[in-house]
């Protein structure tokens, strides 16, 4: 399994930004997928789940309605489009496998500013 986060970055407060997660080595289409994130000196947090085929999403209370999840199948990839972001949003964002207990990736940085 390999998975690598993009899209990071920093934004104010109300800004937006779409995170990618190319997958490859593993049969990407036969996997429901997720986003955690992880802020500094807290815990993992669950963010959104999206099932094999791109229809059954889960969000999070604290993002629904500001957050969507999305994958393209036929390109191995995973999406996060995030809009009004939060300064508690800011954390390292991961893709995962939705069964996997602990992201294996690197992550990528959200930063947002008050």
Known sequence: ?????SGGGSVQSGGSLRLSCAAS???FGFYA???????PGKALEWVASVGNSGDNTHYAD???GRFTISRD???????????DLKPEDTARYFC?????????SQGTQVTVSA
């Open 33 to 39: 997928m997720k986003w955690v994130r992880q802020a």
């Open 1 to 5: 399994v390999q998975l690598v986060e």
């Open 62 to 64: 604290n993002v629904k």
């Open 73 to 83: 199948n036929a390109k191995s990839m995973l999406y996060l489009q995030m809009e």
């Open 25 to 27: 080595e593993f049969n």
């Open 96 to 104: 995962a496998i939705a069964q996997e207990r602990v992201p294996k």
